[in-house]
């Protein structure tokens, strides 16, 4: 089944929502506000995904972090630490599928392919 990961209040988030919910596709929805994350997850996509494609340096959140938090988010091998504590930072939304990850942010043609 497909697993969107996010928060409910990102404008993304929720039209990435309203078009799955077009497609009249089944979906799981992971709320990282209220459900969190781990760090064993996060890994997993990093390794799958490249950071500067999972690390959302656009928003407020990202803003604010230290300079030494940027740096963390810059290596695999530190990210997950500041992801799990700073879970805005990660773009949404990310779908999922068998822990496969399929995208990261919305994308109507790249949704129109996997939906």
């Not at 799955?20 to 995904?49: C, M, P, R």
């Amino acid at each position: 089944m497909l697993k969107v990961y996010g928060i409910p209040n990102c404008d993304t988030v929720k039209k990435s929502l309203d078009y799955i919910k077009s497609k009249d596709v089944a979906y799981e929805f992971h709320n990282y506000k209220k459900d969190g994350i781990t760090v064993e997850k996060l890994n997993s996509w990093i390794k799958q995904v490249p950071l500067d494609k999972l690390v959302n340096k656009k928003g407020t959140t990202y803003k604010a972090l230290t300079d030494d938090q940027k740096a963390d988010l810059e290596n695999p091998k530190t990210a997950a630490k500041v992801l799990v504590e700073k879970s805005s930072v990660i773009k949404r939304p990310l779908l999922e599928i068998d822990e496969k990850v399929l995208t990261v942010g919305f994308d109507k043609e790249l949704f129109d392919k996997i939906l």
